[in-house]
């Protein structure tokens, strides 16, 4: 045992204490006994340096003062007190005195010396430099120097408690992401949400995205409503031009090179960036990965991870032929860009003639943007700043990144960077899979948190919001029905690959529902029935979107059809948004024509066809029809489905099918006439009634449901009557049907079936649904207020 042991204990101890009490003001998030003692060791060399400057004189002045006694009588060693005419005085003690005086006076100046350097060490720490909006402390140690990955560790491990936050509190931190198609869109809210949950600083996100991307992306961030985050998107298809004449075999694409003109994309006052992939997962604030911008020194420009493969060795395999790179090259799955420097060195230039001069040789990029970044920094290694591994763990094929880390606090950032994804081989993949598959399931919603003491940007619609909810009586017994028509409900359209192009001849209809995690079971069923496109609302929790994922992605029937839109409504609140969820369904199909179905109906074969040829022979384009399909039921869970309408009549007859809800809710569906349907030819006309709720075929510019009604009751009810408002005329069609099969009772009926207060509010906002129609529509509407109900 060393001589500093008791005292390091002591100085650590009282470093576990502070670290504890202010864990969550620090950077460093949890205290490990790893991290601990990491900087217990960081503090040697600081100890024994005191503990010199303290103990040295001492130890000097009790070997002099002993020394000058001599059989217990004291001996000057002042030479003016000094008698040569004493006995004891001889040349010896003389010399011996003076040799000790210089001794002293060598020491005296070594611990001044030594003194100087420990003010001047204690001076330098923290250290100021400035980001793009304000002043920023050093946080931990980096490296800007090419080092091994082990070394990595120990240099940016060694971070202390007691330390000033990495980044100012308000500071914003940028980031870019390039986003292309419906995956890769997937991907970036995980990523997203990993940032989310650690951030303590507002947020920008570039995102670099194609039409896809943008439109499923500027919905999602529109619903979500975080506070704190502004986004704001770039035109990936226009960028197209600018790198599209590099071949890349990286199934990335093309977009797989756009890292390389960001300087040119992004805002030209923007001064540095944070890049990422969208395979990334963040285990910790990123603002301290922001903070690394304040070590870059000279011409340092590039933030970048080694490489933790041998790919740019070139001996992975015979005739392994990799673009140039310095030793194991870098990894560009997270960079830090300094942009106004990238722009003053003629970056664009630099990267396009090292390119064109590579290409020459090797043809097409093998890594995309990643080989081309290589290539420059072999040609100029005084632009990179080497990060600490642990800013991007690989775990691509053959990875050494086991070597980056030797406990969980040491992980900054996951790069799922191989294509097999989540099946990649590696020592501890269960460990970092499911630390992603926390934030894939994760909520949502609860990141929509404040930042406590920064000012936020004025959101319009935030504001619209707030203002609405603050006009509603929260002691109003119907309080919560109301204040659910203003939930803001999360929302990522396209959750799947979706790809059509509607009929040229503009008679496509597309048939739209929504469901929740327990109708599942239908879709195969309906995408047997119907050919044609389908746009479904669904209503999951984070979770459930990833059950329905895998569902769907585990079924040959789902995966065939690309045609079926997939958009999920994130779960909030107590009630199931019926018509909301239709409402997003219905405003995202790109047909001319749609039919308005339920989950739990199957359209009889042929019906897309059949209604494509009666939205001609009606003339639909140019008037205002509504077109109902007749419904029925059957209460067997076993269903020789009828195929024809020949068929069906005689199972009416037999009593295996039904006209629906004929025992408990006949006026829904008895102005369709049934009696007339069994023998008409031809398409007939009814006349609207109260309580109708056919189920129909429109235009796609027809009204929407209206959201006050959510849970049971009165949802499509409140819609055909705005139809009938708008002086729409309903018109059955003789040869098309659709029969609704048997499922367990949902829980809002069970709640309006037992619940006296929901049934009050339901005809609550039934009669002043009716009134507002009176309103709206005039005196064509009176008969609204008069019409009797039964719900």
């Known amino acids: 045992m060393d001589s500093y042991t008791y005292t390091e204990g002591v100085i650590c101890g009282r470093l576990w204490t502070i670290c504890f009490r202010h864990r969550n003001n620090t950077g460093l998030g949890i205290c490990t006994p790893e991290r601990m003692l990491g900087i217990c060791r960081g503090r040697r060399k600081f100890l024994a340096a005191s503990l ?21 009588k004291p001996v000057s060693l002042s030479p003016l007190e000094s008698q040569p005419h004493s006995p004891r005085y001889t040349a010896s003690s003389q010399r ?6 210089v001794r002293m006076r060598e020491v005296e100046e070594e611990n001044r010396v030594l003194r100087k350097q420990l003010s001047l060490a204690q001076s330098r720490s923290p250290s100021h430099h400035h980001g793009n909006h304000s002043k920023t402390y050093s946080m931990e140690e980096g490296t800007g120097d090419s080092e091994s990955l082990r070394a990595g560790i120990v240099a940016g491990n060694s971070s202390e408690c007691g330390q000033q936050p990495a980044v100012e509190k308000c500071e914003t931190i940028h980031v870019a992401i390039v986003c292309a ?24 996100f570039h995102l670099i995205a194609d039409a896809i991307a943008k439109q499923i992306l500027a919905t999602l961030f529109q619903t979500w409503m975080v506070p704190a985050v502004r986004i704001d998107f770039y035109d990936a298809d226009e960028l197209k031009s600018e790198v599209s004449w590099i071949p890349n075999k990286h199934y990335s694409g093309i977009y797989g090179l756009m890292k390389l003109v960001l300087t040119k994309t992004l805002p030209s006052n923007l001064e540095r960036v944070i890049v990422l992939d969208t395979d990334i997962t963040f285990a910790t604030d990123i603002a301290e990965l922001w903070a690394v911008f304040h070590k870059f020194k000279g011409q340092q420009v590039l933030g970048l991870v080694e490489n933790q493969s041998d790919w740019y060795l ?107 994804k989540l099946r990649v081989k590696n020592k501890h993949v269960e460990f970092f899979r499911n630390l992603y598959l926390t934030f894939l399931e994760y909520d949502g919603n609860l990141l929509r948190r404040e930042l406590f003491g920064c000012p936020s940007e004025a959101d319009i ?21 109301r204040r659910e028509r203003f939930t803001v409900h999360r929302t990522h359209l396209y959750f799947l690959h979706y790809e059509y192009e509607p ?7 597309t048939l739209v529902a929504q469901l929740s995690m327990d109708r599942l079971q239908m879709l195969e069923a309906i995408c047997k029935h119907w050919e044609g496109p389908i746009s479904l609302a669904l209503y999951l929790s984070d979770a459930e979107a990833q059950q329905f994922l895998r569902y769907a992605q585990g079924s040959e029937v789902l995966m065939s059809r690309h045609n079926v839109g997939y958009h999920i409504v994130y779960k909030e609140g107590q009630f199931y948004p019926v018509n909301l969820l239709r409402n997003v369904a219905m405003k995202h199909i790109s047909t001319p024509y749609m039919f308005l179905s339920d989950i739990d109906f199957l359209p009889m074969y042929g019906l897309y066809e059949y209604l494509r040829k009666s939205v001609i022979q009606l003339d639909l384009a140019n008037t205002k029809k509504a077109l109902i399909v007749p419904a029925f039921e059957t ?150 207020l008069t019409a009797e109900n039964n719900s």
Not at 317 to 323: E, F, I, L, T
Not at 463 to 476: A, G, P, R, T
Not at 503 to 509: E, F, H, I, Q
Request: with cysteine.
């Open 461 to 481: 619609n935030s504001e619209n919001l707030q203002k609405q909810l603050s006009e509603l009586d929260e002691d109003d017994l119907c309080y919560e029905f």
């Open 96 to 101: 011996e005195r003076e040799s000790l005086e």
């Open 635 to 784: 209460l067997r869970y076993r269903l020789s489905f009828p195929k024809s309408k020949a068929e069906l009549l005689s199972m009416l007859d037999m009593g295996t099918l039904f006209t629906f809800r004929y025992h408990v809710w006949t006026k829904g569906h008895a102005p369709t006439n049934f009696a007339k349907w069994r023998t008409a030819t031809t398409p007939y006309r009814v006349e609207w009634e109260a309580d109708f709720e056919p189920y129909v075929v429109v235009r796609k510019d027809c009204p929407e449901y209206d959201r006050r009604f959510v849970g049971f009751g009165w949802n499509k009810v409140a819609h055909i009557m705005e139809l009938d408002a708008q002086e729409y005329e309903f018109t059955v069609l003789p040869n098309a049907y659709m029969i609704h099969m048997p499922h367990a009772p949902s829980f809002d009926i069970t709640k309006f079936r037992s619940n006296k207060q929901y049934r009050i509010c339901l005809k609550t906002l039934k009669e002043e649904f009716q009134q507002d129609m009176s309103r709206h529509y005039g005196f064509a509407a009176l008969k609204y």
């Open 52 to 72: 010199t400057v303290l103990f040295v004189p001492a130890i000097t002045w009790i070997y002099l003062f002993a020394g000058s006694f001599e059989d217990g």
């Open 503 to 509: 009929a040229s001849d503009n008679t496509d209809v």
């Open 181 to 204: 198609g419906y995956n890769a869109s997937r991907d970036v809210v995980t990523l997203v949400k990993s940032v989310l949950f650690h951030r303590r600083n507002p947020l920008h």
């Open 314 to 420: 070139g001996n992975l395999w015979k005739n392994h032929r990799p673009w140039p790179a310095l030793g194991r090259g870098y990894n560009t799955g997270v960079i830090l860009l300094l942009l106004d420097k990238l722009r003053k060195m003629k970056w664009e230039q630099m990267w396009r003639l090292t390119a064109e001069r590579e290409l020459m040789s090797m043809l097409s990029t093998s890594l995309a943007d990643q080989d081309i970044f290589n290539a420059v920094i072999k040609q100029n290694p005084f632009l990179v700043y080497q990060l600490p591994c642990f800013w991007n763990v690989q775990l691509s094929d053959h990875t050494r990144s086991e070597q980056c880390y030797r406990d969980v606090s040491d992980l900054k950032v996951i790069h799922w960077n191989s294509p097999k």
